[in-house]
């Protein structure tokens, strides 16, 4: 059994994000929503790892038409319930034509994924021209940070094999981009079930940023914070490439 199928029927991860503070989502769910000025139909946002639904609804109560999808049939029992456009998917091949999508995103999935280099393909592919791609996952490759709840992000010798790891992909990026990939790790399956510690990909900022680029895309920010924090504490930390060593990789990228 894969890994993304030990989602497929936990009801203790789908009870813990109905726990979830909507306010977590607040700068995602921002992101995903795109302008409706220059729109003539009302635009289409797909929620990649919906999770119980609350995104979904918060972007339909803003009136777009909004979809997730998500492996976890105990996920989508719940957020079925917020909306009819949450569905059940393979985790692997969306169940959408090319360029459906005026937006899509994934919230903290990426790290999750057994076919990551594919699972951003997918995010692009169903993404209109000139739509919105938002990504955000964890930076397990972090090197400054505080509250490092993984062990991959903790101690010092973690974060000295963190920062040779970022100077490695950055060198493969220049000199080998046909060798970039996606680091992975060992799961940390706990009881009672804890998020997170279970993710298998070493996602950082960098790769992501990388592979949407390869993808087609091109990148109009990125950010270490994947929350809204006060504002004059988010410019400094997202105003130099320091960054990318830092809490998550925020990324806001346009299909080409």
Known sequence: MGHQETYRHNEAYAE???????NFYSKYIDNL???TTENTEVPKILDVGCGVGQVVLKLKERGFSAYGIDVSEANIARATQHSPSCTLY??????????????VGSLNVLEH????ELFLQELVRVTKPQGKITVSSPNFLRVIGFRDYHPRMRGLNNKIHNALSLLKILKQIRLSPEKVSFEKMPPIVKEPFTADDDAIIVTNPLQISFFL???GCEIKQISCTDRYVNPL????LNLTPLKLMMFNGFITARKL
């Open 233 to 236: 504490i988010d410019w400094i």
């Open 113 to 116: 994924v057994e076919e990551p």
């Open 16 to 22: 813990f994000l109905s726990g979830w503070d909507i």
């Open 213 to 215: 680029k390869r993808y």
């Open 90 to 103: 393979n985790g692997k091949k969306l169940p959408f034509e090319n360029n459906f999508f005026d937006s």
């Open 33 to 35: 929503s795109i302008s």
